[in-house]
């Protein structure tokens, strides 16, 4: 067992161990009298099962976790550390296999783990709760409801910093499922306990913190208020600037799953300066870290003009500009494309400022460039970004270049807000002549009857018909 947990150790011969039937092998010797014999066993059995899903599934077919549970009260702790290895190493590969860990009656044994004197003990015992619990919501439901939540909460009141990380993502597992089980993360008083951690030093701590309050936070306003009462600002905007890329992106993470769901709690963000927190840390990231911060932008500015003129006035549509460029991840594109669009959907002068910035360009050839995928243009919505600015913008200097180069489906928003400022504006039909913007409008082909054809007439009834000829 020694041996083969060292070849384990060092990712050699798994598919040998699965074709030769060695698990089959290993299980008498973990009746062994010998402890040190029954824990190596345990453990090598632990890495084959983390190392492939074939060889965990081997490991439950085998009968190998009823056998290791059953001697799991009366065992020392070192056994008791290797145990919840391997009920950890089966439980992650799929919600089949950590189901069969629950049915084997693996629960009631890590509850007693869980109140252990051992630290190390406590900790193994939380990590295979989070493995069996982040599947599925009924999964989650069975830890719940085996009484791991009260007992978790009383480990991240312990002084060891791995026991804490633990088991505040353990409990960040729990709660992601449903506004319920979330609910039961509260009611056992998790976050008060888990708001005090966000100051801690340790980096890998406040991600797992802010990872579970913001897991908590995102599923009903009712939660979302419990989790600012907590008091976490200001002290949450302060993990924006944070050296760990992960602790400012948890960070910018719980402050949007807050800010999307009522003005009341968007302006409390903008009030403490969350805003100008946000753009400083797009500003400063790249890739996924930014993805939280984006959508943060679009969700404040969605709820209403005056909120969204504070992104505005917060620098907020610069980066947002830069990340349709400078990201190459379709979907970072796309939330961009959407937060700009939640900005200029308000007003003309909303749309205006999106306009200046010189993002419709951006948009557009982003939209037509065939490299970029179908799911970028038709479920990120670039469409309908690009069309709702649009249906607000009456800057026409930043609408005439795109005459040149948009499709139809898009031409006839731009069409339809030259044939609304044109009749009111003189000057901007002397420019629309000048500029070439009329002759390209005759050069449309719309078909009769057609909305588009609407907006031609009335753009061309403007002018003088030897203007138009």
């Known amino acids: 067992a020694n041996v083969l947990k060292n070849f384990c150790l060092q990712n050699r011969l798994f598919s040998s161990c699965c074709n030769s039937g060695v698990v089959c092998l290993l299980r008498p010797l973990l009746l062994d009298v010998v402890p040190s014999i029954r824990q190596t066993t345990a453990l090598a059995l632990g890495r084959l099962a983390e190392y492939d899903v074939d060889l965990a599934e081997t490991v439950v077919k085998g009968g190998i976790l009823p056998q290791l549970i059953c001697s799991l009260p009366e065992e020392n702790r070192y056994f008791k550390k290797t145990a919840a290895f391997v009920l950890r190493a089966v439980a992650k590969h799929s919600p089949q296999l950590a189901q069969a860990v629950v049915q084997c009656g693996a629960l009631e044994m890590l509850m007693i783990c869980l109140e252990d004197f051992d630290p190390g003990v406590k900790e193994g015992a939380a990590w295979a709760l989070g493995y069996i619990a982040r599947h599925n919501r009924e999964l989650s439901q069975a830890v719940v409801d085996a009484g791991a939540v009260p007992l978790l909460v009383l480990c991240i009141q312990e002084p060891e910093i791995a026991l804490k990380r633990i088991a505040a993502s353990t409990l960040s597992d729990i709660s992601k499922h449903s506004p319920e089980l979330a609910q039961t993360v509260v009611d056992a008083r998790a976050i008060a306990h888990l708001a005090q951690m966000i100051p801690n030093p340790d980096a890998k701590l406040k991600r797992q913190v802010l990872s579970a309050l913001s897991q908590i936070a995102k599923h009903s306003v009712d939660l979302a208020e419990l989790v600012v009462e907590a008091e976490i600002f200001p002290v949450v905007l302060t993990c924006l600037k944070d050296s760990d890329e992960y602790v400012k992106k948890n960070g910018a993470t719980l402050i949007r799953e807050i ?19 946000v753009v400083d840390c797009i500003d400063s990231c790249r890739g996924t870290v930014r993805l939280p911060g984006i959508m943060t932008l679009g969700y404040v500015a969605a709820h209403s003009e005056d909120l969204s003129m504070a992104v505005i006035v917060s620098k907020g549509i610069p980066p947002l500009c830069v990340s349709l460029i400078e990201e190459h991840e379709d979907h970072i594109k796309a939330a961009a494309a ?53 249906q607000k913008c009456t800057y026409l200097p930043a609408l005439e270049p795109l005459l040149h180069e948009a499709p139809p489906n898009i031409l006839k928003h731009i069409i339809g807000q030259f044939s609304k400022v044109l009749p009111h504006d003189s000057k901007a039909r002397r420019l629309f002549v000048t500029t070439g913007g009329l002759k390209k409008v005759q050069e449309i082909k719309a078909e009769p009857g057609s909305i588009l054809q609407e907006y031609i007439h009335t753009i061309n009834s403007c002018y003088p018909e030897e203007i138009v000829r």
Not at 260 to 277: D, R
Not at 351 to 377: C, E, F, G, Q
């Open 259 to 277: 800010a999307k769901h009522t003005a009341e709690l968007s302006q409390l963000i903008v009030n403490l300066g969350g805003l100008a927190a």
């Open 338 to 390: 959407w937060s700009l669009g939640q900005i200029g959907r308000h007003s003309a002068e909303h749309a205006r400022h999106v306009a200046v910035a010189n993002a419709l360009p951006t948009m557009l050839d982003i939209y037509m460039d065939p490299r970029s995928s179908d799911d970028l243009k038709m479920k990120a919505s670039i469409f309908k970004a690009l069309k709702v600015i649009l």
